[in-house]
């Protein structure tokens, strides 16, 4: 796994960079805002981990830049801000997890790998790899595109309503437990998050009510059910 971690903390990014090394991780480790782009242009990660808080950009802004270049890059932000409007900022971004400091490497590592597996797929899987169309019953999603085609229809998604039903068309062979999407899709399950799932619920039922034949099907305190 190719990792691009941007740490302006001297100290903290030596240490997080030689453990991700230690473990069979390629990581390119930049200090400043400015040289990030380039960095992500030329190194060509398989997952981004961005400190919030630096020199000239800070993280959400560079979340926003790699995002346009390619939608589907995993994006993780490490920050010490805990403020709830800060968590909202960041998955606003495009952030797709949110670790607090201080953390440990074995979580960092875990929620890396589950956001590759999330937003890339793996190989051995079988699953369609984000960069190809998907065929939901008569509809197609194209997960970069971040758009969904009815005919001649063209639905455009946002990032989160993308990464939703990316997820639920992965899981479509069993029951998708509420709790466990909550945590892979927004860190925690909060009551806030719940809701905000609850929403984005509803928006996919309505992007898919064009067919009969699709289904996100409630599974009353258990979770949900894609019904193809």
Not at 16 to 24: I, K, W
Not at 31 to 50: L, S, T, W, Y
Not at 122 to 149: E, V
Request: glycine share 6%.
């Amino acid at each position: 796994m190719r990792v691009l971690y941007v740490e302006d903390e001297v100290y903290l990014g030596k240490i997080v960079s030689e453990s991700l090394q230690s473990r069979g991780f390629e990581v390119c480790l930049v200090d400043d805002g400015d040289k990030v782009i380039r960095a992500f242009r030329e190194f060509q990660p398989d997952i981004c981990v961005f400190d919030v808080m630096l020199p000239n950009q800070d993280g959400f802004s560079l979340s926003r830049q790699v995002k346009e270049l390619d939608p589907a890059m995993p994006v993780l932000f490490l920050t010490a801000k805990s403020q709830a409007s800060d968590v909202i900022e960041g998955f606003q971004s495009g952030g797709n997890d949110y670790l607090k400091k201080p953390f440990s490497i074995e979580e960092l590592i875990v929620r890396m790998k589950n956001l590759l597996e999330l937003t890339r797929g793996k190989p051995r899987d079988k699953q369609p790899s984000a960069n190809q169309p998907i065929s939901i019953g008569t509809y197609t999603f194209y997960p970069i595109r971040q758009t969904l085609h009815y005919g001649e229809e063209e639905q455009t998604l946002s990032h989160r309503e993308s990464e939703l039903l990316h997820y639920l068309f992965k899981k479509r062979d069993g029951v998708i437990d509420r709790r466990q999407l909550l945590l892979d899709l927004w860190g925690d399950d909060s009551i806030s998050n719940s809701r905000n799932l609850d929403v984005y619920i509803s928006k996919l039922r309505n992007f898919l009510k064009e067919d009969p034949g699709v289904e996100i099907r409630t599974l009353k305190g258990v979770g949900y059910r894609l019904l193809l």
